[in-house]
């Protein structure tokens, strides 16, 4: 089996998981009890924020614990529009973020800014949506379909100058692995991003397992109220077995970032080469066609399309041969969704409909390329023997 969808959930580590099976057997307790049982869960929730606080820049008090990045994300929009006193307070966001913060946004009436071909903000145009009305800006650290690293210093700068008064916001769920995250999200001018999300599964924890983190002084609203957990932020009890896998996985995630990068970098450039030497007419996303040159994005992203191919088809003729890849976000019925990142980068429809997101995690090998370039470019010509012209549309 090839696995090669690491950006829509990526293998349990083995850290995380030998972290996680003691609170999973014999050690229990409600976090916020008081007997002795209790306080051991509690001090085990304590110390993941200390290893969430160090690996994204934040103070331990900042961090709060949420059921994955849809809530970190919702929470972070709409509570901060919740919780400013400031009349038609308004969010905004670029058009190709997630659907998590994009239809927070939308569903506020926010604003939507523009992206460039290569995937990044359009700076001129979030210039001219900036003004004393906008309370919150999110961007995405990188994007979840083709791997581009958005210039979050760029982004703080100019909010700095045009909104003041508003906080920023990074969906950085893709990001923990591949990124030193108090870098990226620190400009050189010092401003700092305000809040931050997280979503454990994406970099080696175990799903439902979520992390937002919020600068002390930043306006935030709770969406959950109950028993008061998280210091009022979020209530309900804590997933005491689940935030010590995520600290763990995070943990592990930056340790080894270093030696991650380099590894599945040279492996990523070799399937983008070997598919571009395969397949005719591929249009690798995001990057010069001329230089391929990959810098803008993470190391473990392979985001191609392929005229002239549905991506639907292709992944059923891949899936028959053991390799496991994606094309567009999945929604909650499997299906593939039309890419709303790839018209928002202004990709032509019928070039779109044959993207396929390839993408590299931390138990990803030579093997795993080996099976994907044997796989891919045979179901490409297989689909195009089916065409009138049997070639790229």
């Given amino acids: ?5 690491h950006a829509a959930t990526t293998p349990v580590r083995p850290e995380a998981r030998d972290a996680m099976l003691p609170w999973l057997g014999d050690r229990t307790g409600n976090p916020s009890g008081a007997h002795r049982l ?6 085990a929730i304590d110390d993941a924020r200390d290893t969430f606080a160090e690996v994204t820049g934040f103070d331990p008090g900042d961090i709060v614990f949420t059921a994955g990045g849809t809530e970190a994300d919702n929470l972070a929009v709409l509570g901060v529009l919740d919780a400013v006193d400031r009349p038609g307070a308004t969010a905004a966001c670029p058009a190709s973020e997630h659907h998590a913060v994009l239809e927070a946004v939308e569903h506020r009436h926010g604003r939507i800014v523009r992206v460039r071909a290569d995937g990044r903000v359009d700076l001129d145009h979030l210039a001219e949506l900036l003004d004393d009305t ?3 800006v999110s961007v995405m650290a990188v994007n979840n379909e083709t791997g581009v690293i958005a210039d ?3 982004v703080l700068d100019l909010v700095v100058d045009l909104a003041p008064g508003a906080v920023v916001h990074t969906d950085a769920v893709q990001a923990l692995t591949w990124l030193d995250l108090p870098a990226a999200t620190t400009s050189p001018s010092g401003r700092r991003v305000d809040l931050l999300s997280l ?4 970099f080696g924890g175990p799903q439902g397992v979520g992390v937002l983190a919020v600068r002390a002084g930043t306006p935030l609203q709770p969406r959950l109220l109950g028993g008061g957990q998280e210091r009022g932020r979020r209530s309900g009890t804590q997933n005491v077995a689940g935030i010590v896998g995520a600290a763990a996985a995070a943990r592990t995630a930056t340790d080894t970032r270093a030696e991650t990068v380099d590894r599945l970098g040279a492996l990523r450039d070799r399937l983008a080469d070997g598919l571009h030497d395969a397949i005719d007419g591929l249009v690798e996303t995001a ?4 230089t391929r040159d990959r810098a803008g994005k993470i190391a473990g992203s392979c985001h191609v399309c392929i005229p002239g191919i549905e991506a639907e088809a292709l992944l059923v003729l891949l899936e028959d041969r053991d390799v496991f890849a994606s ?3 999945s929604c909650a019925s499997g299906a593939q969704d039309p890419s709303h990142v790839l018209a928002a980068m202004g990709v032509p429809r019928d070039v779109a409909a044959g993207s396929l997101r390839l993408s590299l995690g931390w138990s990803s090998t030579d093997a795993d390329v080996d099976a994907a370039l044997d796989a891919v470019p045979a179901a490409v010509e297989r689909l195009r023997s089916f065409s009138p012209s049997g070639s790229p549309a």
Avoid: N
Wanted: a positive charge; zero cysteines; hydrophobic letters at 55%.
């Fill in 327 to 329: 094309a567009a976000s």
């Fill in 152 to 154: 979050l210093h760029a």
């Fill in 199 to 202: 979503s454990a599964h994406k």
């Fill in 134 to 136: 906008v309370a919150v």
């Fill in 287 to 290: 990057v010069d066609p001329v």
């Fill in 1 to 5: 089996m090839a696995y090669l969808d």
């Fill in 38 to 43: 209790a306080r051991d869960a509690r001090r």
